[in-house]
């Protein structure tokens, strides 16, 4: 996952409180509308083949990665393509959504309010903890390729209890980025909010698929 901050070297001012407050209600706003974007997307795209659903990722991915390009232009198109992000992750989602939809609405439920809980409890104490978490980048992204590797291992490689274990596992490396996404939004300024809400909402949109996962019995893995 890309590190979005960009703290410049040397010594840079503390924000003051009231822009700390403003810079946290534009990060929760944008992701909350980014991810009223994705159940859109998820609704628009529930019947949608596995070809149309993998071109979604594809297309989501390249967003992302022109998305610290796009905000550096301009803010406006920085978070049109965030949104865009949402809509595409959602139409991706879309036929697992709906097939514990139909099978059990109540894994979606579950999910859903785990989901908050999660991020809200970790992300609490990454936004509340005076600690300069920025040290954690590294360790975080040789965690998050080390699941990705495992993730591959489980496809290929029967393992009791594989599914599980690995949701576990996703849910401990992106739990762990909550707080240090948290923790960055703590002492970003303006500028940096569209890009700390993109890394947020992707802390959301992964805990909420590992937790599909959890509460889905391990299964349906696509």
Do not use: E, K
């Not at 083949?49 to 803010?75: E, K, T, V, W």
């Amino acid at each position: 996952m890309p590190t979005f901050s960009d703290l410049t070297a040397g010594r840079v001012a503390a924000p003051s409180r009231t822009d700390s407050r403003a810079v946290f209600g534009q990060v929760m706003g944008l992701v909350a509308i980014t991810c009223l974007f994705t159940a859109l997307g998820a609704y628009l795209g529930r019947d949608a083949a596995r070809g149309a659903g993998f071109l979604a990722f594809i297309l989501a991915f390249g967003c992302l990665m022109g998305l610290p390009a796009a905000n550096a232009r301009s803010q406006q198109f920085g978070i049109t393509l965030l949104f865009a992000v949402g809509a595409l992750l959602g139409v991706g989602l879309g036929p697992i959504l709906n097939y514990y939809a139909n099978s059990d609405p109540g894994v979606v439920y579950q999910s859903a309010g785990a989901t908050a809980g999660f991020i809200g409890v970790l992300g609490a104490y990454g936004y509340a903890t005076r600690r300069d978490l920025s040290g954690m980048a590294r360790g975080l992204f040789f965690a998050l390729i080390g699941l990705l590797l495992f993730g591959l291992v489980t496809l290929f490689v029967s393992i009791p209890g594989g599914n599980i274990v690995y949701a576990l596992l996703g849910l401990g490396v992106f739990g762990a980025y909550t707080v240090f996404d948290f923790n960055r939004l703590q002492r970003a300024g303006m500028d940096q909010a569209t890009l700390i809400a993109a890394s947020i909402f992707l802390d959301v949109v992964n805990v909420f698929q590992f937790m599909l996962m959890l509460f889905g019995g391990g299964g349906n893995r696509r």
